[in-house]
């Protein structure tokens, strides 16, 4: 059966369009929420797709990230508050428009240019998945260990804050993912006699602590979101409009094209490059930041498409781009889909049924941005205390849920403490996560290397893939700290300046 084919099954002969559906309708609230980023949502989601399907789970979860990349430009337009980071440069053109009486005009360029950024960035991961699988009959043990090593490094260093505490977050992530019984020896590690850590701790403990818990507990120091009015509706762009903001589309689904492709880069980084390109190449400049529709369709375009295309990176290498496609990723590897070059040829089943019903979740999402509006627009008119203890019943019912332990929920709480520490301390959050996700496949590959080689650690260097991904991880991180260097040179040379005036 061919990948076409499998899609078709997938969706008339599953319930892959109902989990799409609930999918992107569960992203559009989270993504509504102000503090609640795609993220949390997906991770607000997790404890409950255990016992289903593998497909429709990840099905489930990557619907989500679908939805809640258009529902962070609600708020950003009608209250000034993004709902989600990529949202952030939303907020200039579209809540100029809402203060022009342009609200309407505003949700619906939003919707519609996320629309096509989806569906075109869906169609270069069917096109770009398949060619990219056939590296899997290069990839070796070594390889496979070179590539995770690859992986950390390069979150680690595009990571916020310095250089040193991106790698000490993944330092950290690593050494939570050697709790528990040694896979290979069986031998206990770091358990401190207690029976319930024999297990580890499960990586989706960390992930709603680390992004959901964290988050809730950040927000009960900041004040309560604006209100706006419940009787808004959205207006599709007319055909002037439309021609007006096509060569903006165009640039901002490029540029989530390219940065959806590249480890590292995210929807919020090619929000913002898709504005200053979409303003550079624009006939009305100077409208920008004044309720420009051009300002808007931009890098609304560029989240969607990187919601599509970030799944590129996630499924063949296993290396994510965003805190979004992490938690992707801590669901693949929950439900025992382990990601990597030969993921396609191991288990086509999943990887054509996923596009289809990401096919689904974009189509779909035109209808349920009209449909899901009003019941936005009430809950973020909700005192936000009322919506935060729901949150934190909710992931905890979830918790306690899967095991019907106790335990889990402390394990869970105890993360989301640390992650608010983090927060504070300006500390990364997405390396420790990615190398906890990440570890056990870095360990086995690593230890199984060394047996292929008799405890020769050179084997390597004699693989050529293998060399080739450990040199790129040693240039990245050099050419990564030489930038640092000079970015912190001239930030004192500026300093000096502005004090001797």
Request: glycine share 12%; hydrophobic share 50%.
């Amino acid at each position: 059966m061919d990948g076409f084919n499998i899609a078709l099954h997938t969706i008339f002969a599953t319930p892959a369009v109902v989990y799409a559906l609930i999918g992107v309708a569960w992203g559009i609230i989270g993504g509504a929420l102000p503090g609640l980023s795609a993220s949390i949502t997906m991770a607000l989601l997790l404890p409950f797709t255990f016992g289903m399907d593998p497909t429709m789970a990840i099905i489930l979860l990557a619907s989500t990230y679908v939805g809640a990349e258009y529902g962070g430009s609600i708020p950003a337009i009608l209250i000034r508050t993004p709902g989600t980071s990529a949202a952030v440069t939303t907020v200039l053109d579209g809540y100029e428009m809402h203060k022009q009486g342009k609200s309407a005009e505003a949700l619906g360029i939003s919707l519609v240019v996320g629309v096509i950024g989806g569906l075109i960035g869906m169609i270069l991961v069917v096109a770009l998945t398949g060619p990219l699988s056939k590296v899997a009959l290069y990839f070796t043990a070594p390889a496979y260990f070179a590539l995770g090593v690859f992986g950390l490094s390069l979150i680690a260093t595009l990571s916020e804050g310095s250089l040193i505490k991106g790698f000490l977050a993944a330092i950290a992530g690593l050494a939570i993912s050697t709790i528990g019984i040694d896979p290979l020896s069986g031998v206990q590690r770091f358990t401190f006699g207690s029976a319930e850590l024999l297990g580890g701790i499960d990586a989706i403990l960390v992930l709603i602590g680390m992004f959901a818990m964290a988050e809730l507990l950040e927000q009960t120091s900041r004040p309560d979101w604006n209100k706006t009015s419940t009787r808004l509706r959205i207006k599709l762009p007319d055909r002037a409009t439309w021609k007006r903001i096509w060569p903006a589309t165009l640039i901002g689904t490029g540029i989530g094209t390219f940065d959806g492709v590249t480890p590292g880069g995210g929807a919020t980084l090619a929000s913002f490059l898709s504005y200053n390109e979409a303003k550079r190449w624009s006939k009305h400049p100077e409208e920008f930041g004044k309720g420009s529709p051009e300002g808007i369709a931009a890098p609304e375009a560029a989240n969607n498409t990187v919601a599509a295309t970030a799944l590129i990176p996630t499924l063949t290498f296993g290396i994510p781009s965003s805190g979004s496609t992490a938690v992707l990723l801590g669901g693949l590897i929950l439900h025992g889909i382990e990601p990597g070059p030969a993921l396609l040829t191991r288990d086509p089943q999943f990887v054509y049924g996923l596009f289809g019903g990401l096919f689904i979740a974009n189509l779909s999402q035109l209808v349920l941005g009209f449909v899901m509006l009003p019941p936005c627009l009430w809950l973020v008119n909700r005192p936000k205390a009322f919506l935060m203890a729901f949150i934190i019943a909710l992931v905890s019912s979830g918790i306690y849920s899967i095991n019907q332990n106790v335990m889990d929920i402390v394990l869970m709480v105890g993360m989301g403490v640390l992650g608010y520490v983090m927060r504070v301390l300006r500390f990364p959050i997405l390396p420790l996560v990615l190398a906890l996700v990440l570890g056990g496949i870095v360990e086995r590959n690593f230890r199984r290397a060394v047996d292929l080689g008799y405890g020769d650690y050179s084997i390597f260097i004699k693989d050529p893939l293998s060399a080739t991904l450990l040199g790129l991880t040693v240039l990245f991180v050099a050419i990564t700290i030489v930038m640092n260097f000079r970015r912190r040179r001239r930030a004192a040379t500026q300093t000096t300046v502005q004090a001797a005036e």
